[in-house]
């Protein structure tokens, strides 16, 4: 093989192995078009959580579906186990809309932070998903 074809073939070894990454760690589908990935009982709401309903459909549903039941090959469902204040308490929701949460229960890839969110935003959302994750067996 001769010098110029070499440069070739490592960039393009490199673009496949690029190509691979991506398709490896990318969702599988785009945001909102996912089925769910569990049922969720919603119970009577109480007003901060209704607000956090409002909250969540307009800034997390996309990804993490209708009443946090998740997206097959987009995001994962907040009413399950891993959620549980327990194993990821209240901070912890306030950290992934603050600064994003690189993938480490599910493959779903890293979730990006949430652009323009208020704490007092954050924490209206995290009633509403404690309140279906208790209505739902979850703690």
Same mark, same amino acid.
């Given at each position: 093989?001769?010098?110029?074809?070499?440069?070739?073939?490592?960039?393009?070894?490199?673009?496949?192995?690029?190509?691979?990454?991506?398709?490896?760690?990318?969702?599988? %589908?785009?945001? !909102?078009?996912?089925? &769910?990935?569990? $049922?969720?009982?919603? /119970?009577? @709401?109480?007003?901060?959580?209704?607000?956090?309903?409002?909250?969540?459909?307009?800034?997390?549903? %996309?990804?993490? !579906?209708?009443?946090? &039941?998740?997206? $097959?090959?987009?995001? /994962?469902? @907040?009413?399950?186990?891993?959620?549980?204040?327990?194993?990821?308490?209240?901070?912890?929701?306030?950290?992934?809309?603050?600064?994003?949460?690189?993938?480490?229960?599910?493959?779903?890839?890293?979730?990006?932070?949430?652009?323009?969110?208020?704490?007092?935003?954050?924490?209206?959302?995290?009633?509403?998903?404690?309140?279906?994750?208790?209505?739902?067996?979850?703690?």
């Amino acid at each position: 093989m001769t010098m110029i074809k070499k440069p070739y073939l490592l960039l393009a070894i490199l673009a496949a192995a690029a190509v691979a990454i991506y398709a490896f760690y990318r969702p599988t %589908q785009e945001p !909102g078009s996912g089925p &769910a990935m569990v $049922n969720v009982t919603v /119970p009577e @709401l109480t007003e901060t959580a209704k607000q956090g309903q409002q909250l969540f459909n307009a800034n997390c549903a %996309q990804c993490h !579906g209708r009443n946090a &039941a998740g997206q $097959n090959g987009v995001a /994962p469902p @907040l009413v399950h186990k891993f959620y549980e204040p327990s194993h990821h308490g209240d901070i912890s929701f306030h950290r992934a809309a603050k600064f994003g949460v690189r993938a480490h229960h599910w493959r779903f890839g890293n979730m990006p932070p949430v652009e323009g969110i208020k704490d007092d935003d954050v924490s209206k959302i995290v009633a509403y998903v404690r309140e279906l994750q208790r209505a739902n067996g979850i703690h």
